[in-house]
Each structure stands twice: as C-alpha cells, then as structure tokens.
C-alpha cells in the first residue's frame, strides 16, 4: 500500500503488523529520519462497520494521555479516503503474547510473583485511565496480543478498535462476540445479559496476568472444569499462590462478583505485594505453616475444640509447632470460606 507524499511519512522496511483490516509499518519523515513512528493503515476495502471503528480507535486514544495507554501522533479525517493512525514506536517492544507463550524458561514472568504484579498492576493503571477519562472508556478486547511490553517493562495498551464508551453507543452488529473470545468475559458474548463495565477489562485484565505467570493460554468460558489453581500449575511456586486473591474478586462469571473498580484491585494488588515480600504464607499452607517461627511442622490436635485439655469451642481447632513450641488456635470454618471462592474462567 502506498503512503500518499502529501502526509510526508515514509515507509521502513516491511510491515510489522497486519490483521483482518489494517496493517502497521515502521515510518519516519525525510526530515526526522531518526524518529520512528508506527503508521496503521486501514485496508480501503475494509467494509463501514470498520471505518466506523478505526474512527472510534483514533478519536478514544487522542484524549487519553497516560504512559501505560498508546500515544496517538496525528490521524486522519472522516472524509479522507485515506485512513491513517500514527502512533509512538518502541524498538524492542514485544506483546505478552509474544513475550509469555514461548514457554517457561524463556518467558521471564514465569512464576515470578512479584514481576507479574508489577505487569498487572501496569495494565489496571490502563484501565484506570479509561475509567476515569470525561466519557469513561471500556476496551473490550484487552489480551496478551494488545499489550506491549518495551524494553524496560513499562507497558502501552494498544488496539481501541472494540472499545466502547459509556456516553457513546458501542459500534456492534446484533447478535456480535467482541474480544478475543478466551479473554473476553461472558458481557463480550452474543445477547449477554450483562453490561458492559470497567469490571469487563478487569477480568480480561486478569486472565493477561494468569497467563504471564503460568506461560499458558487461559480455558475458554466453555471449559470451566478444565480450570487449574497456582497450586495445581506451579506446585513449586508457593507464593504464587497468594494471587489467588486477585483471581478470585476478578475471574468470575457474574460481574457483581468482580471488583468494579480499579481502586479496589490496586489496593488488593498492594495487599498481595505485602503478602509476598513479608514472606507470609498462601492461605493453601498456612494450616501446616507455624505463624511464629516459620517452619511448616504445625500439627493439629486430634482432640478439636481442645487447647491445653480445655473445651474453647467446637469453632476451633488447636495446633502445635514441633519445632519451637508455639501453641495457637485457629477457626478453619473461615480458612475453608476463604479456599471456597474460587475463580471461574
């Protein structure tokens, strides 16, 4: 496809993105030739519903300053045959699709928690921007291939072609899927009978970060009794465990049980952070693990409800460390509630 010489942008090399309606290429002008820039062309005969898109694409993107979200250089106008988005472009960035399924010894976020918060939490402060934009924007396809890691693991939200803003009809056929259907929460689906919400990329969000940590590409919703724990995947990862409590208020079917705020999933992402660098234990050990020294010799007494040969209550179960002594009860009715809430991709 040829540039048009009035826009001055010249191509270098070959494409290096293409998809059902567009292709992406490296551009420079004559006069900056060291300033790259990545250019998205949209096919001329791609049909309306995608021009209208690509329109929404250029238009949502402009008016979202912040560093985790794409920056928009200059776009063309609705009457141009020529439909053009011109974008900043990073040497070296790669997708979480390209950087995370290419299996555990070469995905650097494999099992490493806290380098997977730092990913999620970069993507939520995305989400976040969208949120709290004048008209609040909802991607609707967040996914490992629409986000870019750079070089110095800073991220960019890419791809808008799906989203939708609250003031604004969303541009979908009756009847359409949107999002990439593993990620997408079950409001992305045909005649859903949920809406659409910030809770909506907060799950796709969160299905990013199981993949990140477990090198994986998540089940589809159909698949439901295929779904794996942190501990079924990375039994050697004990804390990777802890994410549990991410997935659990994140990965669910219906949006009422999912934080419908970003707030809310930094505070838990602070939460789990702490969890980790204090070397506290995932809920799935802390029956086994002594709260005192450390060691995991803690072992139940027989007799529960019993502490010290005195009935406390049938609640509670008494426990003693065999390595240094420590006595402590515990109410495993709340540890059992905790383990019971699990994610349903």
Not at 15 to 27: A, D, K, N
Not at 120 to 146: G, M, T, W, Y
Not at 191 to 213: C, E, M, N, Q, R
Not at 215 to 241: G, Y
Request: glycine share 6%.
């Amino acid at each position: 496809m040829t540039i048009p010489n009035h826009l001055e942008w010249k191509q270098i090399g070959d494409p290096i993105g293409s998809g059902g309606q567009g292709t992406v290429y490296r551009v420079s002008r004559e006069s900056d030739p060291e300033n790259i820039r990545a250019l998205k062309i949209l096919n001329p005969d791609a049909p309306q519903q995608a021009r209208e898109r690509f329109r929404r694409e250029m238009e949502t993107v402009s008016k979202i300053p912040h560093p985790t979200i794409i920056k928009v250089i200059e776009y063309s106008e609705p009457q141009d045959d020529f439909q053009y988005l011109v974008m900043e472009y990073h040497k070296g960035a790669k997708t979480v699709e390209e950087t995370c399924f290419v299996g555990p010894e070469s995905n650097p976020y494999h099992g490493n928690t806290l380098k997977c918060l730092d990913l999620f939490e970069q993507i939520i402060q995305a989400i976040r921007a969208c949120e709290l934009a004048f008209d609040p924007v909802f991607h609707r396809d967040i996914s490992p291939k629409n986000i870019l890691i750079l070089p110095d693991e800073s991220i960019r939200l890419i791809d808008f072609g799906l989203c939708q803003t609250e003031n604004n009809t969303t541009i979908t056929m009756a009847g359409e899927n949107v999002g990439t259907r593993s990620y997408a929460p079950p409001e992305c689906g045909a005649f859903s009978p949920f809406s659409i919400g910030t809770h909506t990329d907060i799950y796709s969000a969160a299905k990013v970060l199981w993949s990140a940590i477990t090198s994986a590409r998540v089940f589809d919703r159909a698949f439901v009794d295929e779904i794996t724990s942190m501990k079924n995947m990375l039994p050697d990862k004990v804390e990777t465990w802890h994410l549990r409590r991410l997935f659990e208020n994140t990965i669910q079917e219906d949006p009422a049980d999912r934080y419908d705020r970003t707030e809310l999933v930094l505070l838990e992402i602070n939460e789990v952070r702490h969890a980790v660098n204090g070397g506290f234990p995932p809920l799935e050990e802390i029956e086994t693990r002594c709260p005192s020294c450390g060691q995991k010799n803690a072992k139940r007494d027989q007799n529960d409800g019993y502490v010290f040969g005195i009935n406390i209550s049938k609640n509670f179960t008494g426990y003693e460390c065999k390595s240094c002594g420590f006595i402590f009860v515990r109410r495993l009715s709340t540890l059992d509630e905790s383990l019971g809430k699990g994610p349903i991709f």
